[in-house]
């Protein structure tokens, strides 16, 4: 079992930057596929990147490739997303997930753990 807790959300302007961190507990985070997902006020929760469990797979949404790099530290426990170019509609709640395989998926319904979100606005 993979306990998460997100960290680093906050209120940043256009064009400004975010680093956000997602703390694991549990032995099984080495081996697992990770993601970061968001959802907006409205709409429905989207992928926005993952990563495999060795870190050597990465997957972007369109809408954030170039801008957010998704990295992992299996020795610390941590997944991060660094997120550039910030844009008003980045904004919402964003959370990290964990799957129990190997590889991450972009579909939300793959994952089997979440955390309770850490909400990120971007004024323009």
């Known amino acids: 079992q993979v306990h998460l807790v997100e960290s680093g959300g906050g209120l940043v302007q256009a064009g400004g930057s975010l680093r956000l961190s997602c703390a694991a507990s549990?032995?099984?985070?080495?081996?697992?596929?990770l993601g970061w997902f968001r959802q907006a006020p409205g709409k429905e929760r989207e992928f926005v990147a993952t990563?495999?469990?060795?870190?050597?797979?990465?997957n972007y949404a369109d809408s954030v490739k170039g801008r957010f790099t998704i990295s992992r530290d299996n020795a610390k426990k941590i997944l991060y997303l660094q997120m550039n170019s910030l844009k008003p509609e980045d904004t919402a709640v964003y959370y990290c997930?964990?799957?129990?395989?190997?590889?991450?998926?972009?579909?939300?319904?793959?994952?089997?753990?979440w955390g309770q979100g850490t909400q990120v606005t971007v004024s323009s």
């Open positions: 990563i495999s469990w060795g870190g050597g797979s990465t």
């Open positions: 997930a964990a799957r129990g395989q190997l590889g991450a998926h972009t579909s939300s319904t793959a994952y089997d753990y």
């Open positions: 549990g032995r099984t985070f080495s081996t697992s596929g």
